[in-house]
């Protein structure tokens, strides 16, 4: 799930102990995305996107965060890492 998500919902983040990178800087744990996709239900998307400078974003971005989560427990992954990449990243990389 993409880093804006969680800045956006103020939503806690642990620092990345598994290995440095700067555009992959936190971790949560699944216990602690099995919490947050429990508050971002509950919670209404429009006080979330009131925290954005891009709210349409998130129009979709909820549903992929509950999406992410579910493959996490499905691979008993202990961890989830927000990153901050995006396909703008990978254009820039292969225009270079």
């Known amino acids: 799930m993409h880093l804006y998500w969680y800045n956006n919902a103020n939503y806690k ?6 290995y440095q990178n ?3 800087k936190y971790m949560i744990t699944t ?18 996107k009131e925290n954005s400078d891009n709210p349409i974003w998130f129009d979709e971005a ?4 509950v999406i992410t989560n579910l493959i996490s427990h499905k691979v008993d992954a202990k961890y989830i890492i927000p990153i901050k990449i995006n396909m703008e990243d990978g254009l820039k990389e292969k225009l270079n």
């Open 62 to 65: 909820r549903a992929m965060k």
């Open 22 to 24: 700067d555009k992959q």
């Open 31 to 48: 216990e602690m995305s099995d919490n947050y996709d429990h508050n971002a239900l509950i919670t209404s998307l429009n006080r979330i």
């Open 13 to 18: 983040l642990l620092e990345n102990t598994l």
